[in-house]
């Protein structure tokens, strides 16, 4: 089981709210991402980090935004959360072994 | 440009059966392939990978894939599909800078 975790792992949200989805990984891997999937469908990459103060946007449009602070910290916020923003939205991380290990995921509902 | 696809949306076997779950690809240079699996409410956990070497890879719970460089396939098997195997496979590409494509995902069926 890798060293990834998300909090929380269920949110319900009204419209408007600002959150923050929380990914911390203890393996000390420089690369992390962020995707997106819809219930038992495919994972659409949205934002990813090579390091320190490195972000870049995915292959699917975001409104969210992220930061990269510290090493094993990757969070991602929702300024103004909107029912199209109802997903689940899944944190991982690789080390270079090629292979990127998954935390449990966030499944986010805005009302 | 770089892609993975499945072709079926779902999969049913019967217990002790063997299985087959099955990816196409197309990449530009020498392909890296994997396979995820992801249980309900779960992230998804990695299976197996092919970067180099035997054509035959082995992975967790018993599983094995086949790289065949002339079909552009990368099949996930089981001899003895198990009830507990039932869940949501991917297959997945990389690409530069250690991104990854997924492909829409096959379900897996064990029939007791």
């Known amino acids: 089981e890798a060293d990834i975790y998300q909090t929380p792992r269920y949110l319900v949200i009204g419209t408007g709210k600002k959150i923050t989805l929380e990914c911390s990984q203890t393996?000390?891997?420089?690369?992390m991402y962020w995707y997106q999937q819809d219930p038992g469908m495919e994972l659409h990459l949205i934002h990813y980090?090579?390091?320190?103060?490195?972000?870049e946007k995915g292959d699917l449009s975001s409104e969210s935004t992220v930061s990269r602070i510290r090493t094993e910290h990757f969070p991602l916020t929702l300024e103004s959360a909107r029912p199209s923003h109802t997903s689940q939205y899944l944190c991982a991380s690789t080390g270079g072994s090629y292979e990127q290990y998954f935390g449990p995921g966030t499944r986010l509902t805005v009302t | 440009a770089q892609s993975v696809a499945q072709p079926e949306d779902q999969v049913n076997v019967a217990e002790g059966n063997p299985l087959t779950v099955k990816c196409t690809y197309s990449?530009?240079?020498?392909?890296?392939l994997f396979w995820y699996v992801q249980y309900p409410n779960r992230g998804l956990q990695f299976l197996l990978k092919y970067i180099t070497g035997d054509n035959l890879v082995k992975g967790s719970y018993g599983f094995e894939a086949e790289f065949n460089k002339s079909q552009t396939s990368f099949h996930l098997k089981k001899p003895s599909a198990l009830v507990s195997d039932s869940a949501l496979y991917f297959c997945a590409v990389g690409y530069r800078d250690d991104k990854i494509i997924f492909g829409k995902g096959t379900r897996l069926h064990i029939l007791p």
């Open positions: 393996m000390g891997h420089d690369k």
């Open positions: 980090s090579y390091g320190v103060n490195s972000t």
């Open positions: 990449v530009s240079g020498n392909p890296y």
